[in-house]
């Protein structure tokens, strides 16, 4: 079965140190990879999402990520964080052509910046 | 605000009761997925309608059912609770039938059985 698999389940960061959190999926012909936030008490937002292209991928808030094939990896970094990014982060993949018509999630890493 | 309308968005009930969720895409959306959001189980999909018409389903438990109506609004049912339903549960919903370009979600419904 697809899966995706976020590597850590807490990450504590000092604020304005940089971060990179953790995303492995399954190998697959066609993927598409997504990053989401959640904020405390609050629905799921969109931060990026890698369709085709340019490895690198920019997002809101400062945040980038890079798809890497070979790695089946779609790490999320920041080089500098801050107070307002302490949220929990969901990566996310649709396995196209696989029969499947919805996202899988990973089962979420919480960023805490630690003032 | 996102676009994805979710009600209520707090519901308190006792075990063994039914209760309806309702959502209402974002506009030009056609496809609605339901997802339960729980601490040991994470974001786990239940069901998803495209057009009115159930278009996959995922580990969704046999006392909930869900529809989608002509308007495109859907409602999640969830009846002869349990203690172990209490979750947040989230609708998204995306253009097509596919989620290529990912989900847009509303705010969720705060479940909790008592």
């Known amino acids: 079965a697809q899966s995706v698999t976020q590597l850590d389940s807490q990450v504590p960061v000092f604020e304005e140190a940089p971060v990179e959190l953790r995303c492995n999926y399954s190998s697959s012909v066609s993927v598409y990879l997504f990053w989401y936030v959640q904020y405390p008490n609050q629905g799921l937002q969109l931060l990026l999402k890698y369709l085709s292209g340019s490895t690198l991928v920019k997002g809101i808030n400062g945040f980038e990520a890079e798809f890497n094939k070979s790695q089946t990896s779609f790490h999320l970094r920041k080089p500098s964080v801050h107070i307002s990014d302490t949220a929990e982060y969901f990566c996310?993949?649709?396995?196209?052509?696989?029969?499947?018509?919805?996202?899988?999630f990973g089962k979420g890493t919480k960023l805490s910046v630690i003032p | 605000d996102s676009g994805v309308t979710q009600t209520p968005k707090h519901l308190i009930t006792a075990t063994g009761q039914r209760v309806t969720l309702r959502c209402s895409p974002r506009?030009?959306?056609?496809?609605v997925y339901w997802y339960q959001q729980s601490l040991d189980q994470g974001l786990q999909f239940l069901i998803q309608?495209?057009?009115?018409?159930?278009?996959a389903k995922g580990n969704i438990l046999e006392r909930f059912s869900a529809q989608q109506f002509p308007d495109l609004h859907s409602e999640l049912n969830l009846s002869s609770l349990e203690l172990g339903d209490s979750a947040l549960y989230f609708c998204?919903?995306?253009?097509?039938?596919?989620?290529?370009?990912?989900?847009?979600f509303g705010s969720g419904t705060r479940l909790t059985v008592v």
């Open positions: 309608y495209y057009n009115g018409e159930e278009r």
């Open positions: 998204a919903s995306s253009p097509g039938g596919q989620p290529s370009y990912g989900y847009t």
């Open positions: 996310a993949v649709y396995y196209s052509g696989a029969g499947s018509y919805q996202l899988t």
């Open positions: 506009s030009g959306d056609l496809s």
